[in-house]
Antibody, heavy 117, light 110 residues
Framework: EVQLVEAGGGLVQPGGSLRLSCAAS????????MHWVRQAPGEGLVWVSH????????NYAGSVKGRFTISRDNAKNTVYLQMNSLGAEDTALYYC??????????WGQGTLVTVSS | QSVLTQPPSASGTPGQRVTISCSGS????????IYWYQHLPGTAPRLVIY???QRPSGVPDRFSGSKSGTSASLAISGLRSEDEADYYC???????????FGGGTKVTVL
């Protein structure tokens, strides 16, 4: 059974940092692009970043470029999102997704990030 | 403001047909397949249409998708109460080099 379990969310002060993780199981992890998508309270889904199977290619939404870094450890079947210089606009539920632009798309339940003083 | 444009809401009575539009440009819908997601806030989004008009296994054939030029649409026929949810269109954008979503359409079953 495919599983994606996000972790690492929580309350952080403005300007702070947080590292999210997404542990995958039930499929050949290194064979898939992995994405992060977020949803701010009362707002819609917004694409954040993605990384290819061997970690050599990454892309970011303009709103997070230079502040967020996506990475993966295929030995641990885990993808990460390092988030720095966090602001109130980054408050959201962060979802990890296996290749959402394919027939084999699969999503986790999300981890909540709250940026507040 | 989302790159892909969807109506904020749509509604119908049980058994009716509801159609949701998704408008984009040549750099996104015009160049790539569209993916449609059903979403209840706080839960994992569910893929209901991939490659513009294909249904994943387990998705009822009441759901159908189409694409023409820089626009796409999702139709739900024989509307049922369990279809109440937010629906998002999504694809890749070559100009932004990023994924893009529509703003979402809330479907209400009256």
């Amino acid at each position: 059974e495919v599983q994606l379990v996000e972790a690492g969310g929580g309350l952080v002060q403005p300007g702070g940092s947080l590292r999210l993780s997404c542990a995958a199981s039930g499929f050949s992890f290194s064979g898939y692009w992995m994405h992060w998508v977020r949803q701010a309270p009362g707002e819609g889904l917004v694409w954040v970043s993605h990384i290819n199977g061997d970690g050599s290619t990454t892309n970011y939404a303009g709103s997070v470029k230079g502040r967020f870094t996506i990475s993966r450890d295929n030995a641990k079947n885990t993808v990460y999102l390092q988030m720095n210089s966090l602001g109130a606009e980054d408050t959201a539920l962060y979802y990890c997704s296996r290749d959402p632009y394919s027939a084999s798309a699969y999503w986790g339940q999300g981890t909540l990030v709250t940026v507040s003083s | 403001q989302s790159v892909l444009t969807q109506p904020p809401s749509a509604s119908g009575t049980p058994g009716q047909r509801v159609t949701i539009s998704c408008s984009g440009s040549s750099s996104n819908i015009g160049s790539h397949s569209i993916y449609w997601y059903q979403h209840l806030p706080g839960t994992a989004p569910r893929l209901v249409i991939y490659e513009s008009n294909q249904r994943p296994s387990g998705v009822p054939d009441r759901f159908s998708g189409s694409k023409s030029g820089t626009s796409a649409s999702l139709a739900i026929s024989g509307l049922r109460s369990e279809d109440e949810a937010d629906y998002y269109c999504s694809t890749w954008d070559d100009s932004l080099n990023a994924g893009v979503f529509g703003g979402g359409t809330k479907v209400t079953v009256l």
